[in-house]
C-alpha cells in the first residue's frame, strides 16, 4: 500500500515540545491501532479505494427529486487540519485524507452526487442541519438519545470513548469512568465525553474516592501539550484518533476504552437522503469497497455489518 509520511504539526504549541515525532516513514507495524509509548513514526495510506465505486440506481432513487435535478447535497463538515483527528480526518501533502473522507467520496459516487462542503464547527453542525442550513452532516457523530430528539442518523461505522494517559501516570489501565477518579481529565466542549464525564463524576464521591476534574478544550493541541508538561493527566476522546495520538506523542500511553457507539451521517428528521445514505453504505458493503476502506486505514474493529437508520443509542 502506498504511504507518505506525516509532515504536518500538531499545533505549534506542541511542536514547541519537541518531543512529538512528526518525520519518518512506517510501515504496517506502526499501525492506527497500535498502543504504547508512542516511539515510533506513523505512515499515512494513501490507496485510491474510492475512484471505482459505480452509482447504485437504486439508493440514487431514493433521493428527493430536486437533489437528482441538481446532483448536489450541501454537507457540514468540521474544518480538516493537521493531522491530529486521523484516521477519520486530517492534512497530508496538502490534501484533505481519512477515513471519514474515503466514505464520504464513496458515498458520493453510489448516489450519483457531489457535496458541496461547508465548514462548521462540531457544535454548530447538529442545529444547522435541524434548520436547514445543511441536508447532511458529518463529524463522527455518535448517536445519542439528545441527538435523536433533533436529527436523524445514517451509521457508517462505531468509534469509541477512551482514555489517553500521560507519562508516568500511576493509572494503566481504564475499564470504567471510576479508574480515573482523582485525575485531571481533558476533553472536547458540547460532546459524547463531556455529557459521560458529568453523568458519571459523583460516582467517585459515592465510592470513597476523589473526583476526577475536567478540563475543556476546542483544541486539541494545548491538551497535547498538558500531556506532556503534566498538567493533564489523561485526555478524553475518540478511541480511532486517541490509538493514532499514542504512535505520535513520546510518553503517551493507550488506557483503554470505556464505551462504543455508532457513528453516522446527520440529516434532518424524517428526510429520504438518510434513507439514500443507508442504501448507498450498505451498498458499498455489498460489493467490498466498504471494508476495503476501513483495511486502507487499518481501523476494521470499527466496521459494522450493516448501515441503520437511528439504532438504539448507549446513553
Known amino acids: 500500500m502506498p504511504t507518505s509520511s506525516f509532515r504536518h504539526a500538531l499545533g505549534a504549541a506542541v511542536a514547541a515540545t519537541a518531543t512529538i515525532l512528526l518525520a519518518g516513514c512506517g510501515s504496517s507495524a506502526s499501525s492506527p491501532g497500535a498502543a504504547g509509548g508512542g516511539g515510533g513514526a506513523t505512515a499515512v495510506p494513501a490507496a485510491d479505494v474510492t475512484s471505482k465505486v459505480s452509482v447504485d440506481s437504486a439508493a440514487r432513487a431514493l433521493l428527493p427529486k430536486q437533489v437528482q435535478q441538481s446532483n448536489q447535497l450541501t454537507l457540514g463538515a468540521t474544518q480538516v487540519t493537521g493531522t491530529s483527528s486521523l484516521p477519520h480526518a486530517g492534512i497530508e501533502d496538502g490534501k ?18 457531489a457535496w458541496k462542503v461547508e465548514t462548521g464547527t462540531f457544535q454548530t453542525i447538529v442545529p444547522g442541519v435541524q434548520n436547514g442550513k445543511y441536508q447532511v452532516g458529518q463529524g463522527n457523530f455518535g448517536v445519542t438519545k439528545d441527538r435523536l430528539k433533533v ?11 477512551a482514555f489517553v494517559g500521560r507519562e508516568g501516570l500511576s493509572v494503566k489501565k481504564v475499564r470504567t469512568l471510576q479508574d480515573v477518579c482523582g485525575l485531571k481529565i481533558a476533553t472536547s466542549p458540547g460532546t459524547t465525553f463531556q455529557k459521560l464525564l458529568q453523568s458519571e463524576q459523583a460516582k467517585c464521591a459515592a465510592a470513597g474516592k ?14 497535547y501539550l498538558g500531556l506532556q508538561n ?7 476522546g475518540p478511541t480511532l484518533s486517541l490509538k493514532v495520538l499514542t504512535t505520535k506523542i513520546r510518553g503517551t500511553t493507550f488506557l483503554g476504552e470505556v464505551t462504543q457507539t455508532p457513528v453516522g451521517f446527520v440529516t434532518a428528521k424524517k428526510s429520504p437522503i438518510a434513507t ?21 486505514w487499518q481501523v476494521g474493529s470499527s466496521v459494522i455489518d450493516r448501515s441503520e437508520l437511528n439504532p438504539a443509542p448507549t446513553f
Open 230 to 236: 503534566g498538567k493533564i493527566d489523561a485526555y478524553f
Open 96 to 113: 484533505q485524507v481519512g477515513l471519514d473522507l474515503d466514505i464520504r467520496a464513496a458515498v458520493a459516487r453510489k448516489l450519483g452526487i
Open 276 to 296: 439514500a445514505i443507508i442504501a448507498a453504505v450498505n451498498d458499498l458493503i455489498k460489493d467490498g469497497t466498504y471494508q476495503r476502506i476501513f483495511d486502507k
Open 210 to 223: 476523589k473526583p476526577y476534574t475536567v478540563q475543556y478544550f476546542a483544541d486539541t493541541a494545548p491538551i
Open 151 to 161: 436529527v436523524d442518523f445514517a451509521t457508517y461505522l462505531r468509534d469509541g470513548q
